[in-house]
């Protein structure tokens, strides 16, 4: 969509002073020229009973409108042109409502059928035009070819299929008009619905679904929660929901990690660790923010997910990262995994993650990352180091560390 802008000064205060700090009243307004666009699919079926119809007789489409005008598209089986002796086929695009000077831009597309998107294309879009849109004077007025295509090849060309042809017309009219200043300025708020929503939680009025995780009850309204997770509205509206929406048990998952997942579909934002859960340290907020995203993943909340990743992009620690990048691997969280990997192959931070009991974890769940961690490290120079670590620890053996899953209290 091109766009063309003038603006227009009003000089009534009188002739410029050459001092540049002197203050001259200004106005403007800008001239803008933008196309609107539409397209329509016309088919030809029975094109080989079309044949023979005559020069300069036609079948036409259906009338469309596009940009306040109607239009038709029409097809020539014998060529529009008594020169040609029906040897092409001819194709126009024509204004079918009244009208003077209407400017826009055409495109003619003969659709390859076979799949191999090999079209037939005339088009004015996407390329200069020297003289600008075509005008079209009056109704019935034409843009076109009367050679669009030699008519022998038509017929032994993937255009045709079960004797059927089928076209496509895009139309871009041009319209103008000006935009003055605007003559008012309304201060707009921040959007708040996610505190209307998180104080009805606070409120716990109108709950009618009650969930327990670790012995711990949350009650919720079934509504909020279906429109923000299609998992919750599969298990409270779909065809295979829970009869017992009394109480809801969750497994495999934490009440804390629980209470933060529902505070945000609620609030829309993530909560305040240490005044939500009293934790105040960045190591119970990285455990925290690892725990959410899985629930995250599970309950198909993609902001959220993007959310914890996001956080845990920024708190990569020596004592974390090794669990942070198997939970990276483990639900797809590509720009996660890449912090993690190099920040693990930087010399400083490897012997010692290689340490912990993450890196334990690490490597009994994710071997395929060890080998990718080869390579980060294998660019830091540090290729002989691990490798000598990798034998040393039995990677390809039987592995004996034990799996880590820490808990938030």
Not at 70 to 98: C, H, M, Q, R, T
Request: aromatic share 10%.
């Amino acid at each position: 969509m091109g766009t063309i802008r003038f603006s227009s000064i009003d000089l009534s205060a009188g002739p410029a002073s050459s001092n540049p700090s002197s203050s001259i009243p200004t106005t403007t307004s800008t001239s803008i020229t933008e196309t609107v666009n539409g397209s329509h699919e016309f088919k030809v079926d029975g094109y080989s009973l079309s044949k023979g119809m005559g020069i300069g007789k036609y079948v036409a489409s259906d009338t469309f409108y596009i940009g306040g005008y109607a239009w038709a598209i029409y097809f020539y089986p014998d060529g529009k042109s008594s020169e040609d002796n029906a040897s092409y086929v001819s194709l126009f695009i024509a204004l079918a409502s009244e009208g003077t000077d209407v400017r826009a831009l055409f495109e003619l597309t003969l659709m390859d059928q076979s799949g191999k998107e090999r079209h037939k294309v005339h088009s004015h879009f996407g390329r200069a035009l020297e003289s600008g849109p075509y005008t079209l004077k009056y109704r019935g007025s034409m843009w076109g070819y009367k050679r669009f295509y030699k008519r022998t090849q038509l017929e032994s060309s993937d255009f045709l299929k079960d004797d059927t042809l089928l076209i496509r017309c895009c139309v871009g009219v041009v319209k103008s008009h000006t935009e003055g200043p605007k003559t008012y300025t309304v201060a707009l708020p921040p959007s708040n619905i996610g505190q209307h929503f998180g104080k009805l939680l606070e409120s716990g009025k109108g709950t009618d679904v009650n969930f327990e995780v670790d012995g711990e009850i949350y009650a919720s309204h079934k509504i909020v929660l279906a429109a923000r997770s299609p998992v919750f509205r599969a298990q409270l509206f779909g065809p295979m929901k829970d009869q017992n929406t009394q109480c809801i048990k969750v497994e495999d998952m934490e009440a804390p990690v629980f209470k933060a997942l529902i505070h945000f579909i609620y609030w829309d934002v993530l909560p305040d660790m240490e005044e939500l859960f009293g934790l105040n340290s960045q190591w119970a907020a990285t455990l925290m923010a690892q725990h959410l995203l899985a629930a995250a993943d599970r309950y198909a909340l993609e902001r959220l997910r993007l959310l914890c990743e996001a956080r845990l992009c920024e708190d990569v620690a020596i004592n974390t990262v090794a669990t942070t990048l198997a939970l990276a691997e483990q639900h797809q969280c590509i720009q996660l995994k890449s912090a993690c990997l190099k920040f693990i192959a930087l010399p400083e931070n490897l012997k010692a993650v290689m340490q912990t009991d993450g890196f334990e974890y690490l490597k009994e769940s994710c071997p395929s990352v060890i080998t990718e961690l080869l390579q980060y490290v294998a660019k830091n120079g540090e290729h002989s180091a691990i490798a000598c670590t990798h034998g040393n620890d039995n990677l390809d053996g039987d592995m004996s560390g034990r799996r880590v899953k820490q808990r938030i209290h």
